[in-house]
C-alpha cells in the first residue's frame, strides 16, 4: 500500500501544484505591476517639471534678450540661432513627426477601407503644407491691399510743406507700407508656427501620459526637453520679431510651455482606459501628426530658412553664410538623433 500512496501523492501534487504556482506568480506580478505603474507615475511628474522648465526657458530667451545687441535681427550670432533652431524643427517635422504619422495610418489594427493602400500621411502633411502657404498669402495680401487703400499725401501737399518734418512723403510712405508687411508677415508666420508646434506637442504629451513603461519614460523625457527647448528657441524669435504686445506674447509663451505638460497629464487620467492601438486614437493621433509635420517641414524651409538664407547680409559675408549652414546641420543633426535615444 506504501508505494500505492505515494504514487496518488504524486498525482495530488501534480494536479494542485500548477494552480498553486499559478495563483503565487499571478500576485507577484499584480505587486510588480503596480510598482512598474508607480515608478512611471513618478517619471511622469518629472517629465511634466523638466519639460515645462525647458520650454518656458526656451521660448523667452529670444524674448528677454531681443535687446542685446548681438541678437538683433540680422547680425551674424541671430542667423547661427535661427538657422540651428530651424534645423530642429526641420528634423522634427522629417524625423520625429512623419514617421509616426505613417506608422499609426498604416498600423494593421486599422480597417483596410478605407485606410489600406493610400498613403494618407504623406497626403495629409502636403495637403497641411498647401493650406499654410495659402493662408499666409491670403492673409499677407489682405494686410496689403489694406495698405494701399489708406489715404495718401497729394502731390501738392508736399510740393506746399517741403520743410514740414512731421510730413510723410513717397519714399517714406513705401518704406512704412514696406515694414508693415514684413510685420505682419512675422505675425502670421509665428501663429502658425505655434499651430503647427502645438498640435504635436499635445500628441506626445498624451502618448507619454499613458505609457506604463519607466524606461520609455526616462528617455522621452530627455528626448522631449531637448526638443522643446530648441523648439521654443526657435519659436521665441519669431515671437520677438513680430513685436506683439505683451499680453498677446504672455499668452503664446504659456500656451507653448504648458501643451505638452498638460497632454502628460490628460494621458495620466486616461491611462486606464487609454488603447494607443485602437482605430480612434491611431486615426487622430495620425491625422494631427501628419498636419503638424507638413505645417513644421513648411515653416521652418519657407519661413525660417529661405528668408534668411537670400538675405543680402548672409550671402555677402562668407564666415557667416557658412556659419549659418554649419548651424542648420548640426540642429538637424542633434535633433535627429533624439530620435535614436528615444527609441532606445
Known amino acids: 500500500m506504501f508505494p500505492y500512496n505515494i504514487v496518488m501523492l504524486v498525482h495530488l501534487s501534480m494536479l494542485f501544484l500548477p494552480k498553486l504556482v499559478f495563483a503565487k506568480c499571478t500576485c507577484e506580478s499584480q505587486i510588480q505591476g ?40 540680422e547680425t551674424g550670432l541671430h542667423f547661427l540661432i535661427k538657422a540651428f533652431a530651424a534645423g530642429v524643427i ?36 502636403m495637403m497641411a503644407a498647401i493650406v499654410t502657404l495659402m493662408m499666409e498669402a491670403l492673409a499677407t495680401g489682405y494686410h496689403r491691399r489694406a495698405e494701399m487703400l489708406k489715404p495718401q499725401p497729394l502731390d501738392g501737399d508736399e510740393e506746399a510743406n517741403p520743410t514740414d518734418a512731421g510730413h510723410v512723403h513717397g519714399p517714406a510712405i513705401l518704406l512704412e507700407r514696406s515694414n508693415s508687411s514684413s510685420l505682419i508677415r ?35 523625457i530627455a528626448a522631449l526637453s531637448f526638443h522643446q527647448f530648441f523648439e521654443g528657441i526657435g519659436l521665441g524669435g519669431c515671437i520677438s520679431q513680430a513685436k506683439f504686445k505683451a499680453r498677446t506674447i504672455t499668452t503664446m509663451v504659456l500656451f507653448f510651455s504648458l501643451t505638452t505638460p498638460a497632454g502628460i497629464a490628460i494621458g495620466i487620467l486616461i491611462s486606464k482606459r487609454y488603447n494607443e492601438y485602437s482605430p480612434t486614437a491611431l486615426v487622430v493621433q495620425g491625422v494631427l501628426d501628419s498636419a503638424s509635420s507638413g505645417i513644421l517641414i513648411y515653416m521652418a524651409l519657407v519661413d525660417l530658412l529661405a528668408a534668411d538664407f537670400m538675405n543680402p547680409k548672409l550671402q555677402t559675408d562668407f564666415r557667416v553664410q557658412f556659419g549659418a549652414n554649419f548651424s542648420l546641420l548640426l540642429g538637424a543633426c542633434c535633433m535627429s538623433l533624439m530620435a535614436k535615444w528615444g527609441d532606445s
Do not use: Y
Open 186 to 220: 512675422n505675425r502670421i508666420v509665428s501663429q502658425v508656427l505655434e499651430l503647427g508646434i502645438v498640435f504635436h506637442s499635445m500628441v506626445i504629451g498624451v502618448s507619454m501620459g499613458a505609457t506604463q513603461n519607466p524606461k520609455i519614460i526616462k528617455s522621452l
Open 90 to 125: 526641420l528634423a522634427t517635422g522629417f524625423i520625429h513627426i512623419l514617421p509616426d504619422a505613417f506608422a499609426s495610418l498604416t498600423s494593421p489594427c486599422l480597417p483596410e477601407n478605407p485606410w489600406g493602400g493610400f498613403p494618407f500621411a504623406g497626403f495629409i502633411a
Open 34 to 73: 503596480h510598482r512598474i505603474e508607480h515608478e512611471a507615475l513618478e517619471f511622469k511628474l518629472i517629465g511634466i517639471g523638466s519639460i515645462l522648465l525647458a520650454s518656458a526657458i526656451g521660448v523667452c530667451i529670444p524674448l528677454l534678450l531681443k535687446n542685446v545687441r548681438a541678437l538683433q535681427p
